[in-house]
């Protein structure tokens, strides 16, 4: 057996397929039986839709998303990439999981830090230019494409000596990986002030301004919060802080007052539909309440050039949690993914990420991977001649 043919079995029995499921995955047609699966509650009550054999074989004209442009967020596979190779049969640290993820058909990935088990090849921590040397050639092999990263913004504004350093040092990493973005999993500031999103807003110019020289595009993620309303107008506290809002919600103030050429965001689309959910009122400076419905998708047809990324992260209506949505894997929920795909067109200045956070399940160790393929059929499934509820 050759090399390539024994790297290939291993890879196919770690992902507890027989040799026709390898041979379809690794095509990029997989069947929905293809990887071990142990769904969450609310995905198991009912039968999930998958892409069958014939529909994605002979073309992606029709896909909603084309196939090189779907990409996954490492976060969804972090359990993955962090277990002890010597204690798991299935894939263990960043290479074995690259392998796996282009098997399933992911052609791009986001990181999520860059750190794995000590005992998988390259050790514990690959955040330097020999590990992101290391890690692109991995990248390479298994023909991904890494297009960002949740990882670090300085904290010191001004910024220190030490902050900048390592600032540029991540840019330095960014490019090795062959990213074209860089950029954070948190929001700019946690503060409902505008002063504080002010001072954000100079901090960011000046972060962009440095990416932008080194050839790369500064994002910030959202999560619900961000897309909450800005405290702006109305009585102040005791502090002497505003408390009540002219109506633009937080990330849409920044948005506003950042540089298109300098400063650039992702959207959660998961996380937006709680804001939505969460925040659909607010106290204006004269003391009303006004309704303000927040609609991402539009938001994001409108600033298309300033949304480059976008988690596809999908949430099924439950109204007895205080978010409002029940994270699923993709495909299975409420969040109208055809719509969206219909109304911001996915080429290659956009790049879609799934994302579940509760995709890791310690009792299932195949979960995570599992849920990657079942959400990758799903995704697949979206075609422009079909109609989904």
Do not use: C
């Not at 913004?153 to 990493?173: F, M, N, Q």
């Amino acid at each position: 057996m050759s090399d390539t043919h024994a790297q290939q079995d291993s890879l196919r029995r770690n992902l507890g397929l027989n040799r026709r499921q390898f041979m379809a995955a690794t095509t990029g047609v997989a069947a929905a039986t293809a990887l071990p699966l142990a769904l969450p509650a609310t995905a198991q009550a009912e039968e999930v839709p998958v892409a069958d054999a014939a529909a994605a074989l002979p073309d992606d004209r029709s896909a909603l998303v084309p196939a090189s442009q779907r990409g996954i967020i490492l976060y969804t596979v972090r359990d993955a990439i962090s277990r002890d190779p010597n204690a798991s049969p299935h894939p263990s640290g960043f290479k074995e999981v690259f392998a796996a993820l282009a098997a399933i058909g992911y052609k791009q990935i986001e990181f999520a830090g860059y750190t794995q088990h000590a005992n998988s090849e390259g050790g514990n921590n690959l955040e330097s230019v020999a590990g992101a040397t290391l890690l692109r050639s991995w990248l390479d092999a298994n023909g991904l494409k890494a297009q960002g990263n949740h990882g670090f913004i300085p904290g010191s504004w001004p910024l220190s000596t030490a902050d900048l350093d390592r600032w540029k040092r991540t840019l330095e990493i960014a490019n090795i990986l062959g990213m074209q973005h860089v950029g954070t999993g948190s929001d700019p500031t946690g503060s409902n002030y505008k002063a504080d999103w002010d001072v954000a807003i100079a901090k960011w110019h000046a972060l962009g301004e440095l990416a932008t020289a080194a050839g790369l595009k500064l994002y910030t993620h959202n999560h619900d919060a961000a897309y909450n309303f800005l405290l702006d107008s109305g009585p102040l506290d005791a502090l002497g802080r505003p408390t009540r809002s002219s109506g633009i919600r937080k990330l849409e103030y920044f948005l506003s007052q950042t540089d298109k050429h300098l400063v650039f965001l992702e959207m959660d689309l998961f996380w937006a539909h709680v804001a939505q959910y969460k925040f659909s009122n607010y106290t204006a400076a004269d003391g009303t309440v006004v309704q303000d419905i927040f609609d991402p998708f539009t938001l994001i047809r409108d600033n298309q050039k300033r949304y480059p990324l976008f988690h596809i992260k999908d949430g099924k209506v439950n109204p007895a949690i205080a978010n409002g949505y029940d994270m699923v894997p993709l495909g299975t929920g409420n969040i109208n993914y055809r719509e969206f795909f219909e109304r911001v067109k996915i080429r290659d200045k956009h790049h879609p990420m799934y994302e579940q956070d509760n995709a890791p399940n310690g009792a299932d160790p195949a979960q995570s991977l599992g849920l990657a393929q079942l959400s990758w059929n799903n995704w697949a499934d979206m075609r422009e001649d079909r109609y989904y509820e």
